[in-house]
């Protein structure tokens, strides 16, 4: 028999660890994007939360995980995600149809925990290069719109195509489980 605190011959992680926090932060830089009319002061949250996104996994992968991080993680990117491209959509750069496209990868993945969560059948696959090149190509998206760049609607229309594959293989690696 193991000691306190060990799960089938390995220690449990722990519920919460310092990258955790640095990856709630991306919560008030959301609310901060959706307030905020300055294109510097919006430029400098996409940088924090790209900044963030990447220290938090590699501090996290240095010390270990945590139970909250898992989860905390992908919701904190969620909320950022749609809070800003939810500014974009407001401005009129992107049709409702662009704005499903930057999304979708996002969009199914919320609906794919609901389903797995209502199944009692919960998994998780860890970030897949797909995903991660979805994730690049939003805040590129971000930074254009924030950029008053021309380059806004192809980027959008490059991350709906990355997405669509993203999707794909994250559904081929799921069904292999």
């Known amino acids: 028999m193991q000691a306190t605190g060990a799960v089938e011959g390995r220690q449990a992680r722990p519920l919460v660890r310092a990258p955790d926090l640095l990856t709630a932060f991306r919560i008030p830089l959301a609310a901060a994007f ?15 939360v790209a900044a963030s996104d990447f220290v938090d996994g590699i501090w996290a992968r240095r010390i270990g995980g945590s139970r909250l991080g898992a989860v905390l993680d992908p919701v904190c990117d969620k909320i950022f995600i749609v809070a800003a491209f939810v500014v974009v959509f407001r401005s009129g750069t992107l049709a409702l149809l662009e704005l ?6 996002d969009i199914l993945a919320v609906l794919a925990f609901l389903g797995t969560w209502m199944l009692r059948r ?18 590129l ?3 254009a719109f924030v950029a008053q760049s021309d380059l806004v609607r192809p980027l959008a229309w490059a ?9 794909a293989d994250y559904g081929r690696a799921a069904w292999s489980r």
């Open 34 to 48: 959706l307030v905020m009319d300055s294109m510097g002061g919006r430029l400098t949250v996409v940088l924090l």
């Open 100 to 105: 499903l496209g930057v999304l979708l990868r």
């Open 122 to 139: 919960p998994t998780t696959l860890p970030a897949r290069a797909g995903g991660k090149a979805v994730t690049v190509c939003q805040l």
């Open 141 to 143: 998206t971000l930074v």
């Open 159 to 167: 991350t709906a195509a990355i997405s669509v594959y993203a999707v």
